[in-house]
């Protein structure tokens, strides 16, 4: 891998997804964590088309992205594994009545004796 692959002079974050970070999240190994943090706004442009690739690396990660090529690199296992985990939808499921205290106060079907 070169110095100039996936350069980026930012620090990757993304509080909506993973409020607690990459490493904190049980998703990704602490090498996949720096990886995104440390290339993730390169891959991100790459992907999404804001950004020309300079290097080869960078061109056939372009490619894989659109299905073009074979996974082979770590930096594309683990930027397909963040949009895995980002593309799909988590349920939450709580227990408790906070749904029935609600409709409480209005319900005229309580018995006041």
Excluded at 80 to 85: D, G
């Amino acid at each position: 891998m070169n110095q100039k692959d996936f350069a980026s002079s930012k620090v990757f974050y993304d509080n909506k997804n993973f409020p607690r970070g990459f490493a904190r999240s049980g998703i990704f190994a602490r090498k996949e964590a720096e990886l995104i943090e440390r290339n993730g706004f390169a891959y991100q442009e790459l992907t999404n088309g804001n950004r020309e690739p300079s290097t080869d690396a960078e061109t056939r990660f372009v490619k894989v992205m659109n299905g073009e090529e074979p996974i082979q690199t770590e930096h594309e296992k683990v930027w397909l594994k963040y949009l895995k985990h980002i593309g799909t939808r988590r349920v939450a499921y709580t227990t408790g009545m906070a749904f029935a205290m609600s409709d409480m106060s209005d319900s005229t079907d309580l018995d006041t004796d």
